[in-house]
Every structure is written in structure tokens, then in C-alpha cells.
């Protein structure tokens, strides 16, 4: 099982301007002239240089996420990274309306759904588009994205088949082969993530939660979603200064996730959801932040993980 990013930012897409991204490039140029790198045949190798490859941009678009297996697919959220999702699938069966597309709906925030209006495949005759998520108003939220004055396409017209799912909480569902079971996370609207899996292979999807419930007790019927995960999805769109400032907004930091990490013994973990005022450069010193904190931490736990923060195309192994 695969962990393939479309959309790793929080709350509203924050692309580059032409300057942010006029200033980038001169710093990389900068960087590659006083470097022991020369000449145009170095420029890959001086790319995929460790202090580069850290200083990459982590992208703009919001929530969007794939879980792939062999042939199977997973789609988690309809922020506006589904629209680069729907423009590859393009390319396949659903170019042609032959193809099959399973999306899981955490909750309906503005940056979760935005994508679904300018999700190609929904609009072309033959493909099958399945929607699947616990909150009963599932299907009227994704008629609503369709609804002038909104949107000036109406669901009606629409041209593929569109088919809604409620699935029961803390309950199990087999979609495509993966094994999806929700659990509540701490948000200000009913939001529920979910421990999925392929394969002998655990993945925890913990996006939009502020992580209020941490301990064993607290998190009660929950705790699953926790236990016995090969990689965890986690929301870090806040450092611990801004967390404390932003006390019911939704979202949580790093620092949790790792504590979560290191007590349940998670084996990978990716942060994401990244605030959509944060600059490359503010999540690259989060980064260091929170390397910091591990170092700090794993001593008193004695064991070990992989982490890092993601960004739009990562593609990982579960």
C-alpha cells in the first residue's frame, strides 16, 4: 500500500506568487553558484542534494490524498488537489467513461470539498463515482457544491453515475479491498477520520483533529485509530505557540503527534495540513522544531520511528 499526496495545506490553497517564487529560484541559483557543484550536468544532483531536497516547496493545494494498492485506489477528500487527481485519472478508463473512482469524505469544510466541482471524471458519461462518509448530509453537502449560485453546473447534469455511501462509525467497510473503519477526531463540525487497511498494512488518517483527546482513557472508543499503525497521517498545521492561541480552531501540532507516535508505537508518521500562511521557510524551522522534540523525546521512550512533513506529489510506502 501506497501514500500518494495531491494536496497537503489547511484551510484555503496558498500558491506562489510570482515573486515568492521569482526569489526562490534566485536563492537556489545563489545556493548552486557557491556550491562544489558545476555545470549543467550537476543541476539534478545539486536538486537532490540533502540541504536542497529539504528546502523544496511543500505546495498550496488542500486536502487530497490516495491510498494505492496494485490497481486499487482510495481517495480521501475533495480539496483542490482532486483536481490534479481527476486530470491524471484522465488519462485511463475515465477518459474513455469506463472508469470507477472511490472517494472517502472526512467532513465538509470549504478546503475538503472544493476540488469535487473541478473533479473531471465526474462529468463525463460512463464513469462510476462513489462518495463515502458518515455524516448523513453527505449527499445533499455534495449536490450543494453543485448549486448556483455557488457553481454554475447543477448536479443534474452532471453526466456520470454518482453513488452515496453512509458508513456507520467505528464500524468496518470493505472498499476496493481496503478495510475502512471511521473514528471521530477532535474538530469544531463532526469530522471523522479512519484507520484503513491493505494487505497486512495499517494506515491512520488524523487530518483535521486538534488531538484535545490524547490519552488512553480520554480517547476511549477511539483509541484504535491509534494502535497498531504502519504510517500515520497527522495534522500539524500549528507550532505549539500558535496551538496554544488557537485553542478550538481544529488543528494540532507536531509535538502531539509525536507523543501519539512514540506511546503507541506507530511506525511512520507524515504531518501535514500546513496553515496556509505558513512559507516554506516557516515549516522548514517547524521542522527543525520538532526534531528538536524528537531527539528530546526518545530517550524516555526507547523506540523509533520515521517522520517528515509532506508536501503536494510525495508519494511514500505504508
Same mark, same amino acid.
Given at each position: ?15 506562489? @506568487? ?32 540533502? /540541504? ?9 493545494? @488542500? ?23 481527476? $486530470? ?9 467513461? /469506463? ?27 460512463? $464513469? ?47 472498499? /476496493?479491498?481496503?478495510?475502512? @473503519? ?107 522544531? $520538532? $526534531?528538536?522534540?524528537?531527539?528530546? /523525546? ?21
Amino acid at each position: 500500500m501506497k501514500l500518494k499526496i495531491w494536496g497537503s495545506r489547511g484551510s484555503i490553497p496558498a500558491p506562489f @506568487t510570482p515573486l515568492e517564487l521569482e526569489a526562490k529560484v534566485e536563492k537556489y541559483l545563489r545556493d548552486f553558484c557557491h556550491s562544489s557543484f558545476y555545470g549543467s550536468q550537476d543541476i539534478k544532483a545539486f536538486m537532490d542534494h540533502e /540541504q536542497i531536497s529539504k528546502g523544496k516547496t511543500f505546495g498550496g493545494n @488542500t486536502t487530497c490524498v490516495e491510498l494505492k494498492a496494485g490497481e486499487q485506489s482510495l481517495i480521501i477528500d475533495g480539496g483542490s488537489g482532486l483536481r490534479l487527481k481527476g $486530470n491524471e485519472l484522465m488519462a485511463g478508463p475515465c477518459g474513455r467513461g /469506463q472508469g470507477e473512482v472511490h472517494i472517502y469524505m472526512t467532513h465538509f469544510h470549504w478546503d475538503h470539498v472544493m476540488g469535487i466541482p473541478f473533479f473531471v471524471p465526474i462529468f463525463i458519461p460512463g $464513469n462510476q463515482i462513489h462518495f463515502y462518509g458518515v455524516d448523513p448530509k453527505l449527499e445533499e453537502v455534495i449536490k450543494l457544491a453543485f448549486t448556483k449560485p455557488y457553481f454554475p453546473v447543477p448536479f443534474s447534469a452532471l453526466a456520470s453515475k454518482i453513488h452515496f455511501h453512509q458508513l456507520s462509525p467505528r464500524q468496518s467497510t470493505q472498499i /476496493q479491498g481496503f478495510e475502512v @473503519t471511521p473514528y471521530k477526531l477532535d474538530h469544531p463540525d463532526p469530522c471523522w477520520g479512519a484507520k484503513i487497511s491493505y494487505g497486512g498494512k495499517n494506515y491512520a488518517h488524523v487530518v483535521d483533529n486538534e488531538a484535545k483527546r490524547v490519552s488512553v482513557k480520554d480517547l476511549g472508543e477511539d483509541l484504535p485509530l491509534y494502535q497498531n499503525i504502519d504510517l500515520m497521517y497527522f495534522d500539524a498545521q500549528y507550532g505549539f505557540d500558535d496551538l496554544l492561541k488557537k485553542i478550538d480552531w481544529g488543528h494540532s501540532s507536531s509535538f502531539i503527534g509525536m507523543d501519539l507516535a512514540f506511546r503507541e508505537k506507530i511506525k511512520k508518521v507524515v504531518f501535514t495540513h500546513h496553515d496556509p500562511m505558513a512559507s516554506d521557510e516557516q515549516i522548514l524551522k517547524m521542522m527543525r522544531s $520538532n $526534531n528538536e522534540y524528537y531527539k528530546m /523525546q526518545k530517550p524516555t521512550y526507547k523506540n523509533d520511528f520515521e517522520w517528515c512533513f509532506a508536501y503536494d506529489g510525495l508519494e511514500i510506502d505504508i
